[in-house]
């Protein structure tokens, strides 16, 4: 048994009460295949919930087929209808959205099996974080979704929509449309994201609202630039409607920050003033 030297009164060094995890030295200590192990069973775990989803989503499949085309059916002039070229194309459609909707189903799954993975590199009162990891980043890229197919996927077929004159006929391609609708939804549910990721960088004390506040107007850029990148057209109407979900997100997040970081915490001494 190892004795460990107890400061002298001297040297001023108060001794470190140990972690909750430290009474067992090789407590959270793994091997690179232990790791590895670790990482085949998480990964197996959500292969199985995937799996179980997308034959609960296939049930539905009809139904969720209506939801996603709905805003696309609203665009269209009246008598217009979605056309498909292939003779697999809309068997291959019904095929991807159960897809699609088992990995949306198992996303809580999917989270926390993700979390376990690695929450063993953590420390104790960083593992409580468990539950709030998988509610938020659940919410998240639920709203994100909702925004998409109640407000912007909607608004970018009405544009394309516009176009259509007696001599230009507005006949979408089914496997377009849904291409372009997968790529808006994953984007938006990554946007959605933005508070969950404050509140954890808040709660582990890496970020402060204060440092939000400050380096608002980089970040205002930036997302400006992302609109500019994912609007359709280079209208400055166009791209303020796709900014500003982001910019009531970065508000949200200060917010956040405020609520859960220290309070007596300073910014960063190398934030940009």
Request: a neutral charge.
């Amino acid at each position: 048994m190892a004795l460990v030297p107890f400061p002298s009164p001297q040297s001023g060094a108060l001794p470190i009460p140990p972690d909750e995890d430290d009474d067992n030295p090789a407590a959270g200590k793994m091997s690179f295949l232990e790791h590895l192990d670790e990482l085949r069973k998480r990964i197996v775990n959500s292969a199985i919930a995937i799996g179980v989803c997308v034959v609960l989503g296939f049930a539905f499949v009809n139904r969720i087929v209506d939801f996603i085309l709905a805003p696309t059916r609203r665009a269209l002039p009246p008598g217009v209808k979605m056309i498909y070229t292939e003779p697999g194309e809309a068997f291959s459609l019904y095929i991807q959205i159960s897809l699609i909707m088992g990995v949306v189903f198992a996303a809580p799954i999917i989270m926390y099996q993700v979390w376990m993975f690695i929450a063993p590199g953590l420390y104790s009162n960083e593992k409580r974080l468990a539950i709030p990891f998988v509610l938020f980043t659940t919410i998240g890229f639920v709203a994100g979704a909702a925004f998409n197919h109640y407000v912007a996927f909607p608004f970018m077929m009405a544009f394309f929509a516009s176009f259509n004159t007696p001599d230009l006929a507005f006949m979408p391609k089914l496997d377009d449309v849904f291409g372009l609708y997968t790529k808006m939804l994953l984007g938006m549910g990554i946007v959605f994201q933005m508070p969950a990721v404050v509140f954890f960088l808040a709660k582990m004390k890496m970020i402060t609202a204060r440092f939000l506040i400050v380096n608002f107007k980089y970040a205002f850029l930036i997302i400006f630039v992302v609109a500019a990148v994912i609007t359709p057209t280079g209208d400055m109407m166009t791209q303020v409607i796709f900014a500003s979900p982001m910019v009531a997100l970065y508000f949200l997040s200060i917010v956040i920050a405020w609520i859960v970081g220290p309070k007596g915490m300073r910014a960063p001494k190398d934030a940009v003033s």
